[in-house]
């Protein structure tokens, strides 16, 4: 039996649904919502089925926590050993497109920064998308791959405009990756989330906490398996939490309005966009500073 699977199988069984659902879409990417439809029509109502998928936070939560672990970011068999522990966390999650976009993304700016480097966000982002599409054309046409891309050009060129208004860190983030994504989400789904302006910034908070701890239970289940339940009485609170502020911002009146913009609006959206997102390009300047060792 291979690691996924049985990753899936202690998680089903020592955890309720939707909890293990919950729980195996935020930190291996298994798809298991169609087995609680009601809980995943929540999360696209509240905006929040994001979360549900592995992505580029992720990733980078699994890099920084090992190169926290190991020290300095700037010694070579540190860095090794990271990109080697986000390799394998990554090929676990079955290498999806957001997670190889993020993996891309990630190993470039963390080399970049090792050897000195100033790197732009936005052409890291452009220079992955196209290696990503030249060695596997079929991700043009994937949902997550759009989306995950969507999302972190809004963060990239939008993170700091929001930011200057003084908005909390999370609606920024939000708002950001909203501007992008919207009009592809209202394309495909027939649905906008108005309730996921408030939903997101109020309870994100608890998803690194569950995904850390979730990161440590599948650790502690190939170790020694019987401890696993501990682990397991830690992080359940933080999922049930997540779970139950979901279904009651999914059950408020008007969280959600049908609308399909249509693939001419979408187009023309975007469009109207692009002038916008380069013009800001060119103003901001998206740079990864170098941390001081």
């Known amino acids: 039996m291979d690691l996924r699977s049985s990753a899936i199988k202690s998680v089903e069984k020592n ?39 592995v992505s580029g936070f992720n990733i980078a939560l699994v890099f920084g926590m090992v190169t926290k672990a190991l020290g300095s970011q700037y010694k070579l068999k540190n860095m090794l050993i990271a990109q080697g522990v986000t390799l394998l966390y990554s090929l676990l999650t079955g290498f999806q497109p957001p997670v190889v976009r993020a993996l891309l993304m990630g190993s470039v700016a963390a080399w ?19 290696l990503m599409v030249l060695s ?48 592809l989400i209202s394309n495909t789904f027939g649905q906008v989330s108005i309730i996921g302006l408030v939903a997101n910034p109020l309870i994100l ?23 696993s339940v501990f682990i397991s009485l830690l992080l359940y609170p933080f999922l049930d939490l997540f779970i139950r502020a979901v279904e009651w911002f999914g059950s408020l009146s008007l969280a959600s309005i049908s609308y399909q913009i249509g693939t001419f609006g979408l187009i023309l959206y975007y469009i109207f966009l692009v002038p916008c997102v380069l013009y800001l390009g060119k103003v901001i300047k998206f740079k990864h500073e170098p941390e001081k060792s």
């Open 136 to 183: 596997s054309p079929s991700y043009l046409f994937s949902l997550s791959f759009q989306l995950s891309f969507l999302a972190s050009l809004g963060l990239i060129v939008f993170g700091n405009v929001f930011a200057k208004f003084s908005l909390p860190e999370a609606l920024s983030s939000t708002l950001s990756a909203q501007v992008m994504v919207w009009p």
């Open 205 to 227: 908070w608890t998803v690194p906490i569950a995904t850390i701890l979730g990161g440590v239970y599948f650790g502690i289940v190939l170790i020694a398996p019987q401890l």
């Open 112 to 130: 970049g920064k090792y050897y000195g480097r100033l790197l732009d966000g936005l052409r890291i982002l452009v220079f992955t998308a196209c």
């Open 15 to 53: 955890f309720p649904s939707p909890h293990s659902e919950l729980l195996l879409g935020m930190t291996v990417g298994a798809d298991e919502l169609k087995n609680v439809p009601l809980f995943k029509n929540a999360l696209k109502t509240t905006g929040t089925i994001h979360v549900v998928v």
